[in-house]
């Protein structure tokens, strides 16, 4: 069987409603700056049972802004794991401070609580648990860890929208602690690009406001000099334009609500492929926190044969000649010449997360994969994985 067209490895859905949204919204008298970008953060509060939510032009500038209101001085350490996409460690680098890098755990690709131990300093403020794939990290351990050396907690959710732990969405618990979603299109929802943040602190709600609109405040109450007018407004810091648009959040309103089924699509997809799998000694798929419940971002499979790992460059660009898209989640950041001259890194340093590269392979999931397409993936991988075995 050949498939016509290229299976990507993620890929958003649009329906016609959720385009009826978005051109509502053009034809209003609002596009940006209007009273969609509220509704949207109030509905994604009532989905994640969140005290607030603050919409933002991107995952990247959520974690920027999540980041620098925590006042990181440039000795200050925020710890990352070491397999995560880019964004995670340079929102740290942004806020003036460095980012401390920390192993994974090898079964699931989340930041390992006992590395973490060994990494925590008197430099050490926080840490950015990724819910790597969609599977929560170990957030019991991380939490008593963060509560224990008076730690802030930035939970990069971005690939975990429609997770749970604990029967729990992601989301703070703690008044220090912020939570980070992307709206790019491979995630689970999107808004084209788009972010969000939620919280807790009433302080952190204020800032955030702030920092999102050039550090701008038009509430009087928060006015440092009196007012002269109707037209007056201070800015009191240095912030950005990270503001996002009423028709991107109107898009966002929409897909939101197509949430639960695109999260049980992923789980369905996710469950075949372990079925498929199950009795390959050649491919083996990564641990669901037992505490937990995946939202499937990604599916990523490990090679098991050192032949297999030697061989994965042909057996990615087979794949990819086969009108399959798949791809590689990530390169350990100790790899990235920014980071390794940064932090004085280099090869070695990260052995979980080496290992975990070498046999990592994220095969296509999303909620318009259909069984035919996703056959038709589970055949290539198991044939080129026989082939290419010895
Ligand atoms: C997608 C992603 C981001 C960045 O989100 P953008 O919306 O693309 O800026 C950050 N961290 C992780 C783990 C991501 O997967």
Request: glycine letters at 6%; charged letters at 25%; a positive charge.
């Given at each position: ?27 209003s ?23 607030w ?35 995670t ?12 890098i ?8 989340n ?8 990494k925590?300093?008197?430099r ?6 990724v819910h790597?794939?969609?599977n ?41 602690d ?19 943040i ?20 038009k ?16 800015q ?30 992923r ?5 075949r492929?372990?079925r498929?799998f ?28 050192v ?10 660009q087979?794949?990819r ?8 989640h990530?390169i ?26 070498e ?12 069984e ?5 993936v ?13």
């Amino acid at each position: 069987m050949k498939s016509t067209r290229f299976i990507p490895y993620g890929k958003q859905s649009i329906s016609d409603r959720d385009i009826a949204s978005v051109v509502e919204v053009l034809k209003s008298d609002w596009i940006t700056q209007g009273p969609t970008v509220s509704k949207f953060e109030q509905a994604f509060s009532v989905k994640l049972k969140a005290p607030w939510s603050l919409a933002i032009s991107s995952g990247t500038a959520a974690l920027h802004l999540s980041c620098l209101v925590q006042e990181l001085k440039p000795q200050d350490e925020v710890l990352v794991p070491a397999v995560t996409f880019i964004a995670t460690a340079n929102a740290v680098v942004y806020a003036g401070a460095r980012p401390r890098i920390v192993d994974i755990d090898p079964k699931t690709g989340n930041i390992c609580a006992d590395d973490i131990l060994r990494k925590i300093n008197k430099r050490t403020r926080g840490i950015i648990p990724v819910h790597f794939g969609g599977n929560p990290a170990d957030m019991n351990r991380i939490r008593q860890i963060a509560n224990k050396y008076k730690l802030f907690i930035v939970e990069d959710s971005c690939h975990a929208l429609g997770a749970s732990y604990e029967g729990e969405p992601p989301g703070p618990r703690r008044e220090s602690d912020l939570s980070v979603f992307s709206f790019h299109p491979v995630k689970h929802i999107t808004t084209g690009e788009g972010g969000m943040i939620t919280g807790k602190s009433k302080r952190f709600r204020n800032a955030l406001l702030k920092l999102r609109n050039h550090g701008i405040t038009k509430n009087p109450g928060e006015f440092q000099n009196s007012s002269e007018g109707d037209w007056y407004y201070e800015q009191q810091e240095l912030g950005y334009n990270y503001r996002i648009t009423d028709f991107q959040c109107a898009l966002g309103i929409s897909q939101l609500k197509r949430l639960d089924e695109f999260v049980a699509k992923r789980r369905k997809i996710a469950e075949r492929y372990r079925r498929a799998f199950k009795n390959s000694d050649l491919i083996e798929c990564l641990d669901e926190n037992p505490k937990g419940k995946s939202s499937y971002h990604l599916f990523v499979g490990l090679l098991v044969l050192v032949n297999l790992r030697t061989n994965r460059k042909v057996i990615f660009q087979k794949l990819r000649e086969k009108g399959i898209g798949v791809q590689v989640h990530y390169i350990p950041l100790h790899f990235q010449p920014f980071y390794q001259d940064l932090l004085s890194l280099k090869a070695g340093d990260f052995p979980n997360a080496e290992n975990f590269y070498e046999r990592a392979i994220s095969l296509p999931i999303y909620p318009l994969l259909t069984e035919k397409e996703q056959d038709y993936v589970i055949e290539s991988v198991l044939e080129l994985l026989n082939k290419y075995k010895s």
